[in-house]
């Protein structure tokens, strides 16, 4: 596969001089030219009102297992009409590391006129070839929702 070479900027402005209670969370990134405001989660005195890393790094599996498949299903000419997903994620203390562990796909997926087993197969193979899945450390896991219509 070719190299491929990805680029963001992030900023942030502030200050933390007052201490771990007094500090903005919000900060923004540029990327393709739309920027993005973000904060961090609740639990870390975040805006719960902003997406956080968090919820970027499950929104990328979720994203790239999406795309995995339908490129697979268009190269096999499998007619996918609608999918969605229930993505959730897990994050807590392995081995004194915090971690986000577990991500959990929940897809809902609509194909017209082919074997339901057909789907599947290809959301495990899109599941293989997922850069970002492959990229984690978190156990990824697939749970599929497959409607065939006529």
């Known amino acids: 596969m070719t190299e491929h070479h990805y680029h963001t900027q992030l900023d942030w402005q502030g200050n933390t001089g007052n201490g771990y209670r007094e500090y903005s969370r919000t900060h923004r990134v540029v990327a393709s030219g739309t920027t993005l405001d973000l904060s961090a989660d609740p639990a870390f005195r975040g805006d719960g009102q902003l997406p ?5 790094l499950l929104a990328a599996a979720s994203s790239c297992q999406l795309l995995s ?14 999918y969605r997903d229930d993505a959730s994620a ?5 081995d004194g590391v915090t971690r986000i ?9 609509t194909v017209r006129g082919r074997d339901k087993a057909v789907t599947l197969r290809l959301l495990e193979k899109a599941h ?3 850069y970002i899945a492959n990229s ?4 990824v896991t697939l749970h599929p929702a497959v409607t065939v219509i006529a």
């Open 128 to 130: 293989e070839q997922c």
């Open 101 to 109: 562990d577990t991500i959990d796909l929940r897809m809902s997926i």
């Open 90 to 94: 897990s994050m807590r203390d392995v």
């Open 69 to 82: 498949f339908l490129a697979l299903a268009a190269l096999e000419h499998v007619e996918a009409l609608e």
């Open 52 to 56: 956080n890393p968090e919820q970027l």
């Open 136 to 139: 984690l450390s978190a156990q």
